[in-house]
């Protein structure tokens, strides 16, 4: 797993849902708000698992990988009910989508060093 990457893609969806709510384009809130559905939420659910469920680093990582999903898949749903302007305002700084997308960066950097990835 490219953690590198994992980090890239997640903060990257700051921008798509950026984007949703100019484009007022609907999107698949259930998928985005679930954690085993990303490449890396697959990985932290599958293989992951089985080799580093027993780091610390390991369970920080999942608990902040979910929160980040529920927090991306609240704005989902609110720019899927037509509540742009509470979307735009729910991914301002200091926002629970912001705290989480800044956590799960954190946390992925966190499993790379323990886990020497």
Same mark, same amino acid.
């Given at each position: %797993?490219?953690?590198?990457?994992?980090?890239?893609? !997640?903060? &990257?969806?700051?921008?798509?849902?950026?984007?949703? /709510?100019? $484009? +007022? &384009?609907?999107?698949?809130?259930?998928?985005?708000?679930?954690?085993?559905?990303?490449?890396?939420?697959?990985?932290? @659910?599958?293989?992951?698992?089985?080799? =580093?469920? @027993?780091? +610390?680093? =390991? #369970?920080?990582? *999942?608990?902040? !990988? +979910?929160?980040? !999903?529920?927090?991306?898949? +609240?704005? $989902?749903? #609110? /720019?899927?009910?037509?509540? =742009?302007? &509470?979307?735009? #305002? %729910?991914?301002?700084?200091?926002?629970? =989508? $912001?705290? $989480?997308?800044?956590?799960?960066?954190?946390? /992925? *950097?966190?499993?790379?060093? &323990? #886990?020497? *990835?």
């Amino acid at each position: %797993m490219d953690l590198d990457n994992a980090i890239k893609v !997640h903060g &990257e969806w700051k921008l798509k849902l950026r984007t949703a /709510i100019s $484009a +007022k &384009e609907q999107l698949d809130a259930p998928s985005i708000a679930a954690d085993n559905v990303c490449p890396f939420g697959k990985w932290l @659910h599958g293989p992951a698992r089985n080799q =580093y469920g @027993h780091l +610390k680093s =390991y #369970a920080t990582c *999942l608990e902040r !990988h +979910k929160l980040f !999903h529920l927090e991306a898949g +609240k704005v $989902a749903t #609110a /720019i899927n009910a037509g509540k =742009y302007q &509470e979307a735009t #305002a %729910m991914l301002d700084g200091g926002t629970p =989508y $912001a705290s $989480a997308s800044s956590a799960v960066g954190g946390a /992925i *950097l966190g499993l790379r060093k &323990e #886990a020497n *990835l």
